[in-house]
């Protein structure tokens, strides 16, 4: 960057980053994987304030060759976070090296970034167009909250997005207690890099449904672990932004009782015990 402002502009354009990333995809060569932690820790000042502070890890993993044998180092990263006055920071997804992380003190107040850990740098995203900043003041106001994300590369469109889902809801009471909350319909938003801004995109699922897993990437679709009375999995089409229900096995006629999922061998893959089928609330194994 320092060198030449035709190589920064060549090194930026994103014709030049997909080819790199296709170059380090089929690069044969590379066996190592990566594992990148996060975690928070309570700074105590001497007058007994606090805040928290991030730290990021990483675990490089690799395979020998001959001896097929797994070998780990662990490289403690220097990451600056660039926001203050968090509760909580979690990372949500990953593509193609760059990580989405929230950070907040509520699910009413989330902020969204986007981090390279290779340069250490951010981009934090603007506020959502449809998350309110606080609970609503008395009955029958909209209540919305952080209901899930995904994060990855739109191969069409040749841009990243990220999807945010909102669930909301109002009371039947001034007290707003739990067993009085009215599940109004989800809402959903995307954000795409190009435009750096946020749009309302339609969802058509349960109101009643909740997410219990953070998204997972493959090729052009986000996958959540979803329940809305049945667990299912409910999927996102980057490219044409509409979401999927696809149902898993029954309990009856499978014998497995499904939780969480994740990426194995580049297909989507669940975690599952095995169950008495006439025994709705039995797990085997």
Known sequence: ???????????????????????????KLSSSTCILLSRSQAHVFPDNSWKPEVFWSMINLSIDSDEHNLHYDVEDLNIPFPLEGHD??????????IVCVIAGTSLYLINVLLCNPATGK???????????????????????????????????????????????????????YYYHRIALPHTAEVYTMAANSWRVINIDISSET????????????????????????????????????????????????????????????????????SDEDSTLC
């Not at 909580?88 to 090296?97: A, D, L």
């Not at 932004?241 to 939780?259: A, G, N, T, V, Y």
């Open 122 to 176: 951010f981009r934090q995203l603007p506020p959502s167009c449809l998350l309110l900043p606080s609970r609503p003041k008395g009955k029958f106001q909209l209540e919305s909250i952080f209901g899930g994300l995904g994060f990855g590369y739109d191969c069409k469109a040749k841009e990243y997005k990220v999807v945010q889902i909102i669930e909301n809801c109002e009371y039947s009471d001034d007290q707003q």
């Open 210 to 277: 909740y997410h219990y897993s953070s998204s997972v990437y493959l090729n052009g679709f986000f996958y959540w672990f979803a329940i809305d009375g049945e667990k299912y999995i409910l999927s996102f089409d980057l490219g044409d932004e509409i979401f999927h229900r696809i149902q898993l096995p029954s309990r009856k006629e499978s014998d497995f009782e499904f939780s969480n999922i994740f990426l194995c061998n580049k297909s989507i893959a669940s975690f599952c015990s095995c169950c008495d089928p």
């Open 1 to 27: 960057k320092c060198i030449r402002k035709s190589w920064c502009t060549l090194i930026n354009s994103p014709s030049f980053v997909a080819k790199h990333l296709n170059n380090s995809m089929d690069n």
């Open 88 to 97: 909580f920071v979690q990372i949500e997804g990953y593509c193609n090296g």
